[in-house]
RNA sequence: GUGGCUAUAGCUCAGUUGGUUAGAGCACUAGAUUGUGGUUCUAGGGGUCGCCGGUUCAAUUCCGGUUAGCCACCCCA
């Protein structure tokens, strides 16, 4: 039959899902601009360089998750990810050179050409927050603290931080030369994959969840034995600060976290109620993109929260708001005879004027049916527009909860007396 | 990109050891209730059994391919 489909590893979401996407973002939103961060929308593509620039040309994300469009000399990308479409933003507006210090955050499609599976989707959404400008361990304390009060507050449980410190370049160069040295004597009892990642990023041989290779990771030099002095002290100020607010942690050298742009502090939240991909939320401090991208040596951090990700364990976990839920509508018109048609379609229309969500038939469905629909539909209000109301002015209303009927004239009261009725309900 | 599993009604699924009218529950429509729901009861509509090809007298059932979904790997929100 080869009916239409949406495009592999997009979605629709229909209106009854709406209602729990709405309400991550709504507890998102209220966190964090509670916090002092601004809403910033930023187009859906860019210049497919601020990608390679940002993320790194050997990252895989940039090498092959990339939908890219071509035309004439314009090479686009849909944006794979929030943080360098901010930054841009930010350079390009001079807002560095009026108050440097900026907090954005923003909410919306992430597009990345890969294999869908639990949790992942080649259009996701995402939630992030970029703070730019400042290098203070005080700032990734309250970046991870926001993370933390936005699961919170959209009522999720069970998740965890998995926190980490990945030094500056100087501290990388050199516990990469030290880490190289110990993994290349045991290369033989590492799994194939890690044997690739030897020489393209050791780092990630770090978080390889391949039994054999967990022996020779825990017995691994520690990246926070070879943080400089200076790192060392920013990470504890951060540890400091987030102990004191009280947020939970773990520290955990297996967070790696896979763009280039990463320095200091980098974390993950993670809810083991998802299934293998169970990171909700990934995030850290970029102190050098800011200079890559061209601008002033500032610093910065982020995180971004998987939408997608975060209704699938709210949905687990059996939050009220993840159920699928029609939108709600109080109040609903029947015409009783077809004479009444075009004066229901009217009444509703004047209701919705006077602000109240009302609905009416168009399908000539029966009253019986009307009334089936609206009981499952959770109707306050039936009004029943018939001949016989219709010639004395009067509507006929059925109250869905207490069951009682009765009549209120169809005049300028109706809507205020309706509204009155639905408040006291 | 790699591997495994799956594909039957709008939804969730059963089923045919290959046999000619393919089932259930929910949902939908109508009636019992001559202008009234939430519980019942009855009836009805709805499926080229994912798509293409092969084996066979016969395929929804077996085989191959393909597409899509799911799960895992890589990587990541």
Redesign the pocket.
């Known amino acids: 039959?080869?009916r239409r489909?949406a495009p592999?590893?997009t979605e629709d979401l229909l209106p009854d899902r709406i209602p729990c996407f709405e309400h991550i973002f709504r507890s998102c939103r209220l966190v964090l601009e509670g916090a002092g961060y601004g809403e910033i929308r930023t187009p859906m593509m860019e210049d497919t360089s601020l990608f390679v620039r940002s993320l790194g040309e050997v990252?895989?994300?940039v090498q092959k998750e990339m939908f890219n469009i071509q035309r004439g000399d314009t090479d686009l990308t849909f944006r794979p990810?929030g943080t360098a479409p901010v930054v841009r933003a930010y350079l390009e507006r001079n807002l560095d050179k009026q108050r440097p210090f900026q907090k954005f955050y923003y909410m919306g499609p992430m597009f990345?050409f890969?294999?869908?599976?639990?949790?992942?989707?080649r259009q996701?959404y995402?939630i992030g927050i970029e703070a730019l400008g400042s290098a203070s361990p005080l700032l990734d304390a309250e970046v991870i603290a926001c993370a933390q009060r936005c699961f919170e507050a959209m009522g999720l449980k069970n998740f965890k931080l998995h926190l980490n410190s990945i030094g500056d370049d100087s501290d990388r160069d050199r516990y990469r030369v030290v880490l190289k040295e110990y993994m290349q004597g045991l290369l033989d009892e590492r799994c194939e994959?890690c044997q690739g990642?030897f020489e393209r990023n050791v780092f990630?041989m770090l978080d390889?969840?391949?039994r054999g290779c967990q022996p020779s990771n825990k017995a691994a030099p520690q990246f926070l034995d070879h943080l400089g002095e200076e790192s060392l002290q920013r990470f504890d100020a951060t540890l400091h600060a987030l102990d004191a607010m009280g947020i939970p942690y773990e520290r955990d050298p297996g967070i790696?976290?896979?763009?280039d742009y990463y320095t200091h502090t980098v974390f993950?939240v993670r809810c083991p109620d998802l299934?293998?991909?169970d990171?909700?939320?990934?995030g850290g401090r970029y102190d050098g993109l800011i200079a890559d991208l061209d601008g002033p040596d500032l610093g910065a951090v982020g995180f971004?929260?998987?939408v997608?990700?975060s209704m699938l364990a709210l949905e687990t976990q059996g939050h009220p708001m993840a159920s699928p839920q029609a939108p709600e509508l109080p109040i609903f018109v029947a015409p009783?005879g077809n004479a009444q048609r075009e004066a229901a379609f009217l009444l509703t229309d004047r209701l919705r004027q006077a602000g109240l969500a009302t609905d009416t038939d168009f399908e000539n469905?029966?009253?019986?049916?009307l009334?089936?629909?609206?009981?499952?539909r959770g109707l306050k209000l039936m009004l029943?527009?018939?001949?016989?109301?219709q010639s004395r002015g009067v509507v006929?209303v059925?109250d869905?909860t207490s069951?009682e009927?009765f009549e209120l004239a169809d005049d300028a009261e109706l809507a205020g007396a309706l509204q009155a009725r639905l408040e006291q309900s």
């Open positions: 039959m080869a489909r592999r590893g990252t895989d994300v990810e990345r890969e294999r869908p599976q639990a949790g992942r989707s996701f995402q994959d990642r990630r390889c969840k391949v790696v976290r896979g763009f993950e299934g293998a991909r990171a909700i939320c990934g971004a929260i998987g997608t990700p009783v469905k029966s009253l019986k049916a009334f089936k629909y609206g009981n499952k029943m527009l018939g001949a016989d109301e006929k059925k869905f069951g009927e």
